[in-house]
């Protein structure tokens, strides 16, 4: 149920980040969402794309530190409280969230997350019918 | 010359029973002979040595015992340079039938002259190396260094012909022809630095000979630092065993120590050369066991005698009888150069330690950076490493993740250096590659 987030390990230097948008541009990879988790001196870049396998060879490729990870994506309604709602569900089922980001696609929000337990976050997926969405879902928003 | 009075299963590697397996008493005796004569000799024929000896206020009378050797002056490569070409030489040119020349990154080289009896000397030392490894006079050895003004070509190959196996110069010319010749004249032996050994892998590989068509069985590796890693993949890739030979021009050239069958430290020729481990700070001597700048006097060197030369290597000395029966001493691994070593609150800091840390962590590119700052009073050590590509997987998608991988190398920095030492990673390929191992030292504490 997961779908394929690539996490970047790039330093904080001018020309880091750069180096991975320039390469990605070079592969003709879309970059759908991304997100910046940074300390001082380095942050892990997490981002949603097309073909992600893909992007990874390339980046890999251009000696980028890159890994895939396994994160949820849940189409909600653009309206307030929706949100609250689906993290309620996963907290009631005792599954803490390791870190979750959104964005809007199409008039439609998308919540992406990565938690400790992933089958038990699937049957709360499943249990409280949350939309989830895939790879070609995503792909065919963008 | 070879003695073959003590022959059993165990002395039959070994080439010179009689110096390689004396008894302590009797080498200590033998050393302190060879000391008075050798400083008598370079008091009256070099007047570098009598000068420094005069302002030391020492005779060469005061040099009794191989114990008096402490009081004696050091040389440097320094003075080497300052004595350029021929100031050192202690023998008349009438005398001198050979000249190497070791190449200096700055300034001049350093030249050696070498009486006939010296290249006996040296051919000996180098025959009691080539037997420890196995070499017999059956065996068909190729001398695979580079020929000419460096000690290694000829060096070992006055070795090989004194030992009285078949020499083929080889040189670091023509691979492809050498491993023609290593294929079908069936070579058995070779001398080479160990990264031509692996070069010779590669050019196999290229060549599509496998090391089933190639009887090579022995390789005498040195004259550049080389790892275990390194060892068991020229073994795995040729079909050998490699075995460390280690020396240097000023001193001779290759023979001055040696691996036996055991593999475990180097034996010193010390009826010839003799080694001493000291402090490169204090300069004082240190105990059998800690390690040290590695110093060595020529014992019988007529050409040019050197009193206790500072090699800059840094290792430790290993008494006592090896199992395979030889009592000359070991010495260690070189762990380093001790002109890398920093001072970091007060702590002596080797680079190659930091380095012997990231090695064994396949977390990491075999790169690093030291960044010595002064904060406050107070001096700071970072270590910077590049993360493997293959290592960097899913887990990393959050930053304790990274910190935790940053912990654990800072907790095994700190158990080896004994300061603790802040880890920077950083992403693959963004530490330089180089060189030297000052090339990894940024010293920011100009006061
Ligand atoms: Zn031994």
Not at chain 1, 9 to 26: H, W
Not at chain 2, 88 to 99: C, D, K, N
Not at chain 2, 128 to 151: H, K, M, N, P, Q
Request: proline fraction near 4%; hydrophobic fraction near 35%.
């Amino acid at each position: 149920m997961t779908i394929h987030q690539l996490s970047i390990f790039i330093e904080n230097r001018s020309g880091t980040l750069i180096k991975v948008l320039d390469a990605l541009k070079e592969a003709n990879i879309q970059i759908i969402a991304s997100t910046i988790a940074d300390t001082a001196e380095y942050g892990i870049y997490r981002l949603i794309c097309s073909e992600p396998l893909r992007a990874c060879e390339e980046l890999k490729n251009a000696n980028v530190a890159v890994a895939l990870s396994g994160v949820f994506a849940i189409e909600i309604d653009d309206q307030p409280g929706r949100a609250a709602e689906a993290v309620k569900a996963f907290s009631e089922a005792g599954i803490s969230i390791t870190y979750m980001y959104s964005f809007l696609l199409r008039g439609k929000g998308i919540l992406i997350f990565r938690t400790d337990d992933n089958e038990k976050a699937a049957a709360v997926i499943r249990d409280n019918h949350l939309k989830s969405i895939d790879e070609n879902d995503l792909s065919a928003l963008a | 010359m070879r003695d073959s009075t003590n022959l059993n299963t165990k002395t039959e590697m070994i080439w010179n029973p009689n110096k390689e397996c004396m008894s302590r008493d009797e080498m200590s005796e033998l050393q302190g002979k060879r000391l008075r004569k050798i400083v008598e000799y370079v008091y009256h024929n070099v007047p570098f040595y009598r000068n420094k000896l005069q302002e030391m206020d020492i005779r060469p009378d005061d040099i009794q015992t191989i114990e008096d050797i402490r009081n004696l002056p050091f040389t440097t490569k320094k003075d080497l340079r300052d004595n350029y070409p021929f100031g050192l030489q202690a023998a008349p040119q009438s005398e001198i039938i050979r000249v190497h020349a070791s190449s200096g990154t700055t300034g001049n080289p350093t030249i050696v002259g070498y009486t006939r009896k010296d290249i006996g000397v040296w051919s000996e030392c180098m025959a009691r190396c080539l037997t420890a490894y196995g070499v017999t006079r059956e065996d068909i050895f190729s001398v695979a260094y580079g020929y000419g003004l460096f000690t290694g070509g000829l060096g070992a190959h006055y070795g090989v012909e004194h030992l009285g196996a078949s020499v083929i110069p080889a040189g670091t010319g023509n691979t492809e022809k050498h491993l023609k010749l290593i294929r079908d004249l069936g070579i058995t032996g070779i001398a080479c630095t160990p990264s031509y050994a692996l070069y010779l892998a590669e050019t196999m590989d290229k060549l599509g000979i496998r090391k089933e068509d190639i009887k090579l069985r022995i390789g005498a590796f040195g004259a550049e630092p080389w790892t275990e890693n390194m060892r068991k993949e020229i073994e795995e890739r040729l079909g050998l065993k490699g075995y460390n030979i280690y020396g240097l021009s000023e001193v001779m050239g290759p023979s001055v120590s040696y691996e036996c069958q055991m593999q475990h430290g180097s034996h010193i020729n010390e009826d010839h050369f003799f080694p001493e481990i000291i402090n490169p700070t204090t300069l004082e001597p240190l105990p059998n066991g800690q390690t040290g700048e590695l110093v060595f006097t020529t014992l019988t060197k007529e050409g040019m005698p050197v009193l206790r030369y500072r090699t800059r290597d840094l290792c430790s000395l290993l008494p006592g009888t090896c199992d395979c029966g030889r009592t000359n001493v070991r010495m260690g691994r070189i762990e380093g150069r001790s002109d890398d070593m920093l001072i970091i609150r007060g702590i002596n800091v080797f680079p190659s330690q930091v380095e012997s840390v990231v090695l064994s962590m396949p977390e990491f590119a075999p790169r690093y950076m030291l960044i010595v700052d002064r904060v406050n009073n107070l001096d700071t050590l970072q270590v910077q490493v590049e993360i493997r590509q293959e290592f960097f997987t899913g887990v990393f998608d959050t930053p304790a993740a990274v910190d935790q991988l940053e912990k654990k190398l800072a907790a095994k920095l700190k158990s080896v250096l004994s300061i603790s030492a802040k880890v920077q990673l950083k992403a693959p390929n963004t530490i330089e590659r180089s060189q030297g191992k000052s090339a990894h030292v940024i010293d920011k504490r100009k006061l």
